[in-house]
């Protein structure tokens, strides 16, 4: 792997960050200075130190997206642009994928990672992380509509919803609503199935022990912090 490419995938400099820092000798390999930052590297071996500090380089990455509108959640498409082109190459790592799904026109928080097995243990039906949604609807959602929506209720397929919560705020046509599922359409369809209601606005505000950064604006990434890596790799187990 480049240096470049092994900085930045590690959070600690931008691919022209880099340069520079190559530049003025700031990186070591192996302690001596590497003046060029596209020095090919054995990230398993060899010691690279960023002023004076002990690059480490991790086995996954963990990354926090905050979805904006008209990107789809999947590696590639043929007609959308992927949430994947929001993250730099520089940044991106071969098999990283978002972590669940959310419709094009969904907002929020988005996992992206390469660690396949933590997905999958994440996204597994019996243990399903809990996610919360911020939402707003066309209509009222009434006392019943809301048990309903909170007790579970049958989909125009036939699917029978787990236990949900819904709050609502006081114009009773946006709440939070959190499930600890995840079928295609999950909550729009939910909605359609108490009077015909209709989700106008969706953003995830939650994922498991993850909450989106409001530091984030829409479409801007950050790295999880290790508090968080280890909040989520716990929320496997
Ligand atoms: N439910 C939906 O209907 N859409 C999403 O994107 C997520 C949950």
């Not at 789809?72 to 730099?88: N, Y």
């Not at 994928?97 to 390469?114: I, Q, S, V, W």
Request: with cysteine; net charge neutral; glycine share 8%.
């Amino acid at each position: 792997m480049r240096i470049d490419k092994l900085l930045s995938v590690c959070g600690v400099a931008t691919r022209s960050e880099s340069a520079k820092a190559a530049k003025a000798g700031r990186i070591t390999v192996n302690g001596v200075a590497e003046r060029s930052p596209a020095r090919q590297i054995d990230e398993t071996k060899d010691v690279v130190c960023f002023d004076g500090v002990r690059v480490m380089y991790s086995k996954h990455i963990y990354i926090m997206l905050n979805k904006p509108e008209g990107y789809v959640s999947a590696t590639e498409d043929g007609r959308d642009p992927t949430v994947l082109e929001l993250i730099p190459e520089e940044a991106r790592r071969a098999g990283m994928f978002p972590c669940g799904r959310l419709d094009k026109n969904t907002l929020g928080l988005m996992l992206l990672t390469d660690d396949g097995e933590l997905a999958h243990r994440l996204l597994a039906p019996k243990r399903h992380v809990e996610k919360k949604y911020r939402f707003g609807c066309r209509d009222e959602v009434s006392e019943d509509d809301r048990q309903a929506l909170e007790n579970g209720l049958r989909l125009a397929d036939g699917y029978v919803t787990k236990p949900a919560t819904v709050e609502l705020f006081d114009d009773r046509k946006s709440g939070i609503i959190t499930l600890h599922e995840g079928k295609y359409h999950q909550i729009k369809r939910m909605f359609g199935a108490v009077n015909d209601n209709r989700i106008i606005f969706l953003e995830r505000i939650t994922f498991g022990p993850l909450t989106l950064d409001d530091k984030l604006a829409r479409g801007e990434w950050r790295y999880l912090d290790d508090a968080e890596v280890d909040a989520l790799t716990e929320a496997g187990k």
